[in-house]
């Protein structure tokens, strides 16, 4: 089965702070990895694709990077929208999700 | 506007078959490489994925499941229909059913889910 490993599982940061959230992979996927964000209560929302395309109408301070096995999704000034938990998601063999990153309000 | 809406029983006892409906709206499973999964996430942990369909009526499944998992399509009901047997309370969780636009793409739109227990 191929794993994906999120660190770290819990995120402290405060509005405005530049945070990345990494996700490796058992074994290399190319770049078929998705980031999601979900909220309490609600359905998982595609960010990003193929480990750095922005889904469209998502703000642009989300990025994308990373190939092979190691990934980071990267947010460049916090906003209070964007306190939710995050998964990366490969779907090079099928499909499976990392344990997901809560990003919390410090 | 593409839609998924998810629908079935919010509890179910143990032993027992689960049936799930999502229903969609705004794109057609007949245009080729339309794909529409399932997925499930127990509360408070992470996502697991479940099923797939395919436009040409291919079928994937979660290989540690799949003996318990069947997924079906009516395309004339833009619905997309997963079976799951013999539940256990470890199976009590979200279920979402997920659209995705291409057979190599991630899952771009989600239904709201539909929270099952499993109970006696």
């Known amino acids: 089965d191929l794993q994906m490993t999120q660190s770290p599982s819990t995120l402290s940061a405060s509005i405005g702070d530049r945070v990345t959230i990494t996700c490796r992979a058992s074994?290399?996927?190319?770049?078929?990895l998705a980031w999601y964000q979900q909220k309490p209560g609600k359905a998982p929302k595609l960010l990003i694709y193929k480990a750095s395309t922005l889904e469209s109408g998502v703000p642009s301070r989300f990025s994308g990077s990373g190939s092979g096995t190691e990934f980071s999704l990267t947010i460049s000034s916090l906003q209070p929208d964007d306190f939710a938990t995050y998964y990366c998601q490969q779907y090079n063999v099928y499909y499976s999700f990392g344990q997901g990153t809560k990003l919390e309000i410090k | 506007q593409v839609t998924l809406r998810e629908s079935g029983p919010a509890l179910v006892k143990p032993t027992q078959t689960l049936t799930l409906t999502c229903t969609f709206s705004?794109?057609?499973?007949?245009?080729?490489?339309?794909?529409v999964s399932w997925i499930r996430q127990p509360p408070g942990k992470a996502l697991e994925w479940l099923a797939r369909i395919d436009w040409d009526d291919d079928k994937y499944y979660n290989t540690s499941l799949e003996t318990r998992l069947a997924i079906s399509q009516d395309t004339s009901k833009n619905q997309v229909v997963l079976t799951m047997t013999n539940m256990d309370p470890m199976d009590t969780g979200t279920y979402y059913c997920?659209?995705?636009?291409?057979?190599?793409?991630?899952?771009?739109?989600w239904g709201q889910g539909t929270m099952v227990t499993v109970s006696s």
């Open positions: 705004g794109f057609s499973l007949t245009t080729p490489r339309m794909c």
């Open positions: 997920a659209r995705l636009r291409s057979v190599g793409s991630a899952f771009d739109i």
């Open positions: 074994q290399s996927i190319n770049n078929w």
